[in-house]
C-alpha cells in the first residue's frame, strides 16, 4: 500500500525504508516491520517510531467498523488512508505527552477498561456491518489473520488510544468537547439506544460514545495544533 506524504509545513518526505524487528510467538518465524513515519520533538534524544503494523492494523479495523466492502484486503488510495496515519501520529504524540506528565501510563492501564474497549470495536463491527453477535469474535480473528497479527497487537492498539484519550480529556478537554445541543439530538435521535439502554444514565453514555467518535479528528487536531514543534518524516517505498 503506498503513503502520500502530503505537502503540509510540518512534513518532510523521505525516500527509503527503515526496518525494525518485531517480536513473533513462539514457534512462529521473526518478521521485519518497516517503519512508516518518525516524529522528532524538541526535548527528545530519539524520533518515535509508527510502525506500518500498526498503521495497517488501525487502518484495516477502521475500514471493518465503516462496512466497507472487503474491508480486509480491498486497495485503499492515498486520500483515505491519510486521516487514519494522521490520527495514529496524533496518537503517538499524546501517549507521549500522557505519560511524561503522568496523567496516563501503558503500563499501568486497567485490563478491563482494554477488555471493555476491544468489546467496544467487536460490537460496533458486528451493529455495522449488521451481522450475528455471535460473528465478533470470528471478525476479530480475521481480521488478525488478514494483517499477521496478534491479540496482543490488537490490545496494544487499544491500549495507546485510552492513553490518548486520558490525556486530551485531562488537558485538551474542548477537543472532546460534546455541546448540550449536540447532545440532546443525539439521545432524542435514538441511534445510541443499543449502547445506553439506562435511562437515568442514558446522557452521560450517550455523551461518552459522541466523545469516543470525536477522537480521531481531536487527535488530528492535536498534532496540527503542535505545528512547529514536532517535525514528522513520512517514509514511501522506494521505487524499483
Known sequence: MRLLA????????????????????????????AVIATLELSGDRAPRYLLRSEYTLALRTELLRYGMPDALHAEVSDASAWPVLETLLGETLAVREAERSSVASLSTLDPASVGALRARYRDDIVRRQRLEPARGEAVISELLR???????????LLRRRLVARAYLEARHERLLSVGEVDLQRAVESG?????????????????????????????RQYLRSLGGRVRVRIFTERAP
Open 6 to 33: 502530503l505537502a503540509l509545513g510540518l512534513i518532510a518526505q523521505l525516500q527509503g525504508v527503515e526496518f525494525v524487528s518485531r517480536s513473533a510467538p513462539p514457534g512462529e518465524e521473526l518478521s521485519l516491520d
Open 146 to 156: 488478514a494483517t499477521g497479527l496478534s491479540q496482543s497487537d490488537f490490545d496494544t
Open 191 to 219: 441511534r445510541y439506544a443499543a449502547q445506553c439502554d439506562v435511562a437515568e444514565e442514558s446522557r452521560r453514555c450517550v455523551r461518552s460514545e459522541l466523545q469516543w467518535a470525536a477522537l480521531p479528528n481531536a487527535l
